[in-house]
């Protein structure tokens, strides 16, 4: 039998955290063998997850028990775990969202040090759809305006969200620019639905 690959869950707590869980549980191929909460998270202590793992702040203390780290929390979490990871040598997947450029700039000189897989979105639809809308953009043409629309659950901590930002980038890239180069109003609020304009006619595509 294959030996079970052990995962340290930055984020445990969170909803990607408890998936990642309940998840991991149903896999006879790897292990949680770290389930990281944010200091001062009333879980501290507690046995989380199918597992019954105890929560904890410290991941310093467990991650030589880690063969990877998924870290799906907030940006100050994700920096201070990709830290460390890299320290003892541990690769990151992280899709944590909202970094600033400054720790964005950190993480990619991390990832020189150490395996990183960063994504907005893990999801399969997504990254088909921000392929779609990559070709969308270049084959529309600069006769047509872009937008990103997105909408989500109130729960939602940054906007515009890294999905959305993923769209609009893949669109930017569509016209061979940068994001920053594009109009910023083509983020808007809102379900991430990008959308080709002229004045005669609309068309979306949108992920659901």
């Given at each position: 039998?294959?030996?079970?690959?052990?995962?340290?869950?930055?984020?445990?707590?969170?909803?990607?955290g408890?998936s990642?869980?309940?998840?991991?549980?149903?896999?006879?191929?790897?292990n949680?063998?770290?389930?990281?909460?944010?200091p001062?998270?009333?879980?501290?202590?507690?046995?989380?997850?199918?597992?019954?793992?105890?929560?904890?702040?410290?991941?310093?203390?467990?991650?030589?028990?880690?063969?990877?780290?998924?870290?799906?929390?907030?940006?100050?979490?994700?920096?201070?775990a990709?830290?460390?990871?890299?320290?003892?040598?541990?690769?990151?997947?992280?899709?944590?969202?909202?970094?600033?450029?400054?720790?964005?700039?950190?993480?990619?000189?991390?990832?020189?040090?150490?395996?990183?897989?960063?994504?907005?979105?893990?999801?399969?639809?997504?990254?088909?759809l921000?392929?779609?809308?990559?070709?969308?953009?270049?084959?529309?043409?600069?006769?047509?305006?872009?937008?990103?629309?997105?909408?989500?659950?109130?729960h939602?901590?940054?906007?515009?969200?890294?999905?959305?930002?993923?769209?609009g980038k893949?669109?930017?890239?569509?016209?061979?620019?940068?994001?920053e180069?594009?109009?910023?109003?083509?983020?808007?609020?809102?379900?991430?639905?990008?959308?080709?304009?002229?004045?005669?006619?609309?068309?979306?595509?949108?992920?659901?």
């Amino acid at each position: 039998m294959k030996t079970p690959l052990n995962i340290g869950i930055v984020g445990a707590g969170g909803r990607m955290g408890r998936s990642l869980l309940e998840n991991a549980f149903a896999t006879d191929t790897l292990n949680i063998s770290a389930a990281i909460d944010r200091p001062g998270s009333a879980r501290l202590g507690e046995q989380i997850g199918p597992q019954q793992i105890i929560a904890t702040d410290d991941l310093a203390s467990s991650i030589e028990e880690c063969d990877v780290i998924i870290d799906f929390s907030t940006p100050d979490a994700c920096m201070s775990a990709a830290r460390i990871a890299a320290d003892s040598g541990v690769p990151v997947v992280t899709g944590t969202t909202g970094l600033s450029a400054a720790q964005q700039e950190e993480l990619n000189v991390l990832a020189t040090q150490i395996p990183i897989l960063q994504a907005a979105n893990f999801s399969v639809g997504v990254n088909i759809l921000a392929k779609l809308v990559e070709l969308a953009s270049r084959a529309s043409g600069e006769g047509f305006d872009l937008e990103v629309f997105e909408a989500h659950h109130k729960h939602k901590v940054d906007a515009p969200s890294g999905t959305a930002l993923m769209l609009g980038k893949a669109a930017a890239k569509g016209r061979d620019l940068d994001l920053e180069e594009m109009d910023r109003r083509m983020i808007e609020r809102g379900v991430p639905m990008p959308w080709r304009r002229t004045d005669a006619d609309r068309e979306a595509t949108r992920h659901k």
